[in-house]
């Protein structure tokens, strides 16, 4: 059956309008991406990648640069002593005051004397009975000997006069170190200090007994001046630090407190260890301070800086702007309100800076702040306040 002539050209017509509909969606879709294609580059300008970058500079600076090596470190005394009573008996008397400072020989405290004076008393009248025995028998014997030469005696009782001198005269010495050593007893009653240093807290109260046996002793007494801080060095850090060490001047080492703010003392460096530890890969060194107003206390942990050498007349930069690639280190230079790159050859670094052997002039500002932004060429703005851009 054939449709009415009307209704066939009813379709067409809508046919041609659904054609042309789609056509022309086509055309503006290719309108659209072409423009939206030309605007990319302004939407990235608009983004800031090709205005200046704000960076930060700082200018390469002439003059000293202390090379060091930084270290944590512990006050420890070159010499600590625990006073222990060498006899035994009361404690009599304490004359130390708890904390105070004390010199060698000073007295300290002292035991009760009375026994170990009637010890060498009695030593001593043993060994004045023994010398009357022995002058007497030295007098029988010259008599003994003028009777010999006119043969009025034996020899045998001239023999044994002989012998009996001889043993009397080793009774006297044997007496005679009774005596010195009751005399060293009764010297050891006082307890004096065997050196000079500071006092800890007493550890035995007077009218106790002690004897000489205890280990825990009466006080200690821990030297302060001078006094020693041991640090450890790294390994890498060991052949510049020997190589410093061959000079005539000895190495110069700071002492700081934790905050690294306050120079505490300055000291010496006097001992390196003959080896380095393996399970640390350090090596443990010493160094001697005067200690004078005893700012350093004993096992005090402090911050160490150990002067190797002083470089003159360098040139130095913050380490920080520093840029490191495969082959090569490099700065960002600015000139003429650019920032160019510029390769440079490092020396040594110490304190955040690093000295700079070639590559670089007195005075050339360089990018400390902004480096992410920045290529070869491009254009920087700096920050007001900073030092003007140096001409090229």
């Known amino acids: 059956m054939s449709l ?21 969606g086509t055309f503006a879709w290719y309108q659209f991406a072409g423009s939206a294609g030309s605007a990319q580059p302004e939407n990235l300008r608009r983004m800031g990648w090709d205005a200046p970058a704000a960076v930060r500079v700082e200018p390469a600076e002439l003059g000293q640069l202390d090379v060091q090596i930084k270290s944590i470190g512990t006050v420890t005394p070159l010499n600590t002593v625990t006073v222990q009573s060498r006899v035994s008996g009361v404690l009599e008397r304490v004359v130390f005051e708890e ?7 000073e007295l ?11 010890q060498l008393e009695q030593a001593e009248g043993q060994l004045q009975q023994n010398r009357a025995k022995l002058e007497n028998a030295r007098a029988d014997l010259k008599l003994y ?6 043969d009025s005696i034996a020899r045998q009782q001239l023999s044994d006069q002989r012998a009996l001198v001889q043993e009397l005269i080793g009774t006297v010495r044997a007496d005679q170190a009774q005596v010195d050593d009751a005399k060293l007893q009764l010297s050891w009653t006082r307890i ?4 000079s240093g500071r006092l800890g807290l007493r550890k ?6 002690v004897t000489g046996s205890e280990t825990e002793g009466l006080v200690s007494i821990t030297q302060t001046q001078p006094i020693a801080v041991n640090f450890t060095v790294p390994e890498v850090d060991v052949p510049a630090l020997r190589e410093a060490r061959r000079g005539d001047t000895p190495l110069k080492v700071e002492v700081l407190d934790r905050s690294e703010q306050r120079v505490l003392a300055i000291g010496e460096l006097t001992t390196l260890d003959n080896q380095i530890d393996t399970s640390t890969g350090t090596l443990r060194v010493r160094a001697r301070f005067a200690n004078e107003d005893e700012a350093l206390f004993p096992n005090q942990f402090v911050n160490v800086h150990l002067r190797l050498q002083t470089l003159d007349a360098v040139v130095t930069i913050p380490s920080d702007a520093v840029q490191f690639g495969t082959e ?10 650019k920032a160019y790159v510029r390769n440079v050859v490092l020396g040594a670094a110490a304190d955040g800076r690093v000295a700079v052997i070639e590559g670089l002039e007195p005075g050339e500002l360089v990018v400390l702040e902004g480096l992410d932004r920045l290529r070869d060429g491009k254009e920087v703005r700096l920050p007001d306040g900073d030092a003007a851009p140096a001409a090229n």
């Open 108 to 118: 300290l405290a002292e035991i009760d004397p009375l026994p170990y004076r009637a």
């Open 204 to 209: 035995v109260d007077q009218g106790n007994l």
């Open 145 to 150: 000997e003028q009777l010999w030469e006119q």
């Open 4 to 24: 009415p002539h009307s209704s066939s050209r009813s379709l067409r017509n809508w046919l041609l309008l659904a054609a042309a509909i789609a056509a022309a």
């Open 328 to 337: 090569r280190s490099y700065v960002y230079v600015v000139q003429d309100n």
């Open 99 to 105: 904390g105070a400072r004390v010199e060698q020989g």
């Open 192 to 195: 004096t200090a065997p050196l």
